[in-house]
């Protein structure tokens, strides 16, 4: 599946996929990045190639698949998420 789409800053990206897109440096108004869904492997993967950790992984709550250990390991793990 080739499919891409043309994000606002006309940069081609994957329509589906697991991935961080490069963005050239005069493009970057932030230095921070967020995620969703992250599982831990993931967060890692991430690591070896990010130069800036992500900042927030947004996750998904449902009463029937409850990720108990994803939070708990994630909140606790990193040191700087703070538990409500």
Do not use: W
């Not at 940069?11 to 589906?16: A, D, E, R, S, T």
């Not at 697991?18 to 993967?45: C, D, S, T």
């Amino acid at each position: 599946m080739n499919k891409t789409i043309k994000a606002i800053n006309g940069v081609h990206i994957p329509q589906l996929g697991f991935g961080v897109y490069k963005i050239p440096k005069r493009e970057v108004f932030e230095q921070v990045i967020g995620v969703a869904n992250f599982e831990i492997r993931h967060l890692e993967q991430l690591m070896k190639h990010a130069s800036n950790p992500p900042m927030v992984n947004q996750l998904e709550t449902h009463p029937e698949f409850p990720q108990y250990e994803l939070h708990f390991e994630v909140a606790f793990t990193e040191g700087d998420c703070r538990n409500p």
